[in-house]
């Protein structure tokens, strides 16, 4: 008795001093909140995303493909790694948005860009999403293991009371038959204009996904209408007026692609969904950064 209570008091002054212990690469905390995890690890994946920035600019650098390539084996690689632990923490978005950033990158998002338009650009299903399918894949694999040892652990989940057990978690997923890809959509569809919901293929990449790097980062910039148009300058601090030179007061991005009489595209947003042959011409022949 005297013993293991010599162990918890040697243990608990350890994590008072932050010195904390890892188990398999997860760094642990008193209330097992990961708090100091998933801050080590946002960390680890701004030096990787600092490599993605080495490959591309808003104006050149690899397509979109091999951005995306990239990204999955560097950057989300390392976000996923026992992300099944994990993924019920309240600090888990010190990943995500660094994983937002991860696809701005891919897809020539300004900041301002919703965040739902980031997966689909990219191609990529939302964070959340992919952990909880890893989730249920590991639950699936241990449940039909019966000579596992971790087995007996998930038929006793309960018995911390205060914490939000991933196990309890992956139950309802599998009892509820969750489909990533179904909830990916259904997402979208409910936060997107009706008419860019055809963007979103999870079996196929977005139009225009193998394009020169200018044309697909000025063609995603007008599909979703945050660009560097002069009301975002304006309102950055970076230009004097947001009016257009045409005139107008307040040069939006739907007002270049749609309302500009010296610039307006003829055709429709049908046509930026598909990437047409003139709307790509026409993005190549813009006379303004977007």
């Not at 010195?19 to 905390?29: A, E, N, Q, S």
């Not at 979109?64 to 994990?86: D, G, I, K």
């Not at 888990?92 to 660094?98: A, E, R, T």
């Not at 989940?157 to 991933?166: A, G």
Request: with cysteine; glycine share 4%.
């Amino acid at each position: 008795m005297a013993s293991n209570n010599l162990n918890v008091t040697f243990n608990n002054s350890i994590l008072r001093h932050n010195h904390y212990p890892k188990y398999l690469g997860i760094t642990l905390d008193r209330t097992l909140s990961f708090n100091k995890h998933l801050t080590n690890l946002a960390a680890k994946l701004r030096t990787r995303n600092n490599i993605l920035y080495k490959l591309a600019g808003s104006t050149w650098g690899a397509d979109a493909s091999t951005l995306r390539t990239s990204a999955l084996s560097l950057v989300f690689s390392t976000a996923e790694y026992c992300a099944s632990v994990w993924l019920n923490s309240p600090y888990v978005s010190k990943v995500d948005s660094v994983l937002n950033q991860t696809m701005r990158i891919i897809s020539g998002s300004i900041k301002s860009t919703p965040i739902e338009w980031l997966p689909v650009l990219c191609h990529i299903e939302p964070p959340k999403i992919r952990r909880q399918q890893i989730l249920v894949r590991e639950f699936k694999k241990v449940s039909e293991n019966l000579d596992l040892s971790i087995h007996q652990d998930i038929i006793r989940f309960n018995r911390l009371k205060s914490r939000n057990p991933t196990v309890k978690t992956a139950q309802q997923l599998v009892t509820n038959n969750f489909n990533g890809y179904e909830e990916w959509i259904a997402s979208w569809q409910s936060r997107a204009d009706p008419a860019w919901h055809p963007l979103l293929d999870p079996k196929n990449p977005p139009q225009g996904f193998n394009l020169p790097r200018k044309i697909w980062v000025r063609l995603n910039r007008i599909r979703t209408g945050h660009g560097r148009s002069g009301s975002a300058l304006f309102k950055w601090g970076m230009r004097m007026s947001p009016e257009c030179d045409c005139g107008a007061a307040s040069q939006t991005m739907h007002h270049i692609a749609y309302e500009c009489p010296t610039r307006r595209f003829s055709g429709t947003t049908s046509d930026f969904l598909h990437a047409t042959a003139r709307s790509i011409q026409w993005l190549n022949q813009l006379d303004i950064e977007l």
